[in-house]
């Protein structure tokens, strides 16, 4: 089994900064790509940021030169540092990850429970 959890949500004002943490766990072989999607109300769920395991980093467009992602390979964690916060970076924050498990030889797409962050004043 395994699991991603994230933390660090919260309620912050424009401008403000907010991090974003994931921590995966269980019978983990290898992970690959891991990345941050979001989910306005309404909306469907849109890349914010992904890091492959060799450490290149894709961005949206909406957050680039904002927000960095970045992780430890050591204790299976990703973050997502988020400055400069808008309101319109309102949403629920996904963490998705390519899974390798003990024994098995493919990645499989796990996810997140996900995490509110709401820009407001």
């Known amino acids: 089994q395994v699991q991603l959890v994230e933390s660090g949500g919260g309620l912050v004002q424009p401008g403000g900064s907010l991090r974003l943490s994931c921590a995966a766990s269980g019978s983990i072989f290898r992970i690959n790509t891991m990345g941050w999607y979001r989910q306005a109300p309404g909306k469907q769920r849109d890349l914010v940021a992904a890091i492959s395991s060799g450490g290149s980093t894709n961005y949206g467009d909406s957050v680039k030169g904002r927000f960095t992602i970045s992780r430890d390979n050591a204790k299976n964690t990703v973050h997502l540092e988020m400055n400069s916060l808008k309101p319109e970076d309102t949403g629920v924050y996904y963490c998705?990850?390519?899974?390798?498990?003990?024994?098995?030889?493919?990645?499989?797409?796990?996810w997140g429970k996900g995490t509110l962050v709401t820009v407001s004043s």
């Open positions: 998705n990850a390519g899974i390798i498990r003990h024994g098995l030889d493919y990645a499989m797409n796990y």
